[in-house]
């Protein structure tokens, strides 16, 4: 039998296949679910930060219109579960065919999630994507693989 900190990372896991498959599916009702109503999300996009569940699913309708076909895939994910909270990194990339038939392999973004169990769930409180800079020309590095 697992013990609960198992039993809640397994939980977790399962939020954030949710996401993957969401993006997949261009779901952003399947999205919805797995964020907290006052998500606060540092994405690679401006603004500095989007505030509320809505701001994050503006983001992913973005995304949704910008491509065709969309993928998602996350990688080395390590998490650290608590009673109450709980974090994970990793990374994470964004593929598939652009509106204009384009086929892009995408970039590989450092990701960041932050969990709270909200009446028994595990929800996204913060999440955070972004890109290595180079700081002698102020230019994102987009093109590193993990």
């Not at 999300?41 to 500095?48: A, G, Y």
Request: aromatic share 8%; charged share 25%.
């Amino acid at each position: 039998m697992p013990t609960q900190r198992e039993a809640d990372e397994a939980e977790i896991r399962q939020q954030i296949d949710k996401i993957v498959q969401g993006i997949r599916a261009k779901d952003l009702k399947a999205l919805e679910e797995v964020y907290a109503g006052d998500v606060v999300s540092f994405d690679v996009e401006p603004p500095l930060q989007h505030v509320g569940r809505a701001a994050k699913l503006k983001n992913w309708t973005n995304v949704f219109t910008f491509f065709q076909d969309v993928s998602y895939e996350i990688r080395d994910l390590t998490l650290t579960v608590g009673d109450e909270v709980a974090f994970g990194h990793g990374f994470g990339r964004l593929s598939g065919t652009l509106g204009n038939g384009t086929a892009t392999s995408g970039m590989w973004v450092r990701a960041t999630l932050c969990f709270r169990k909200t009446g028994g769930t595990w929800l996204i409180a913060h999440d955070q994507a972004s890109v290595p800079m180079d700081v002698s020309s102020g230019t994102a590095v987009v093109d590193l693989t993990p």
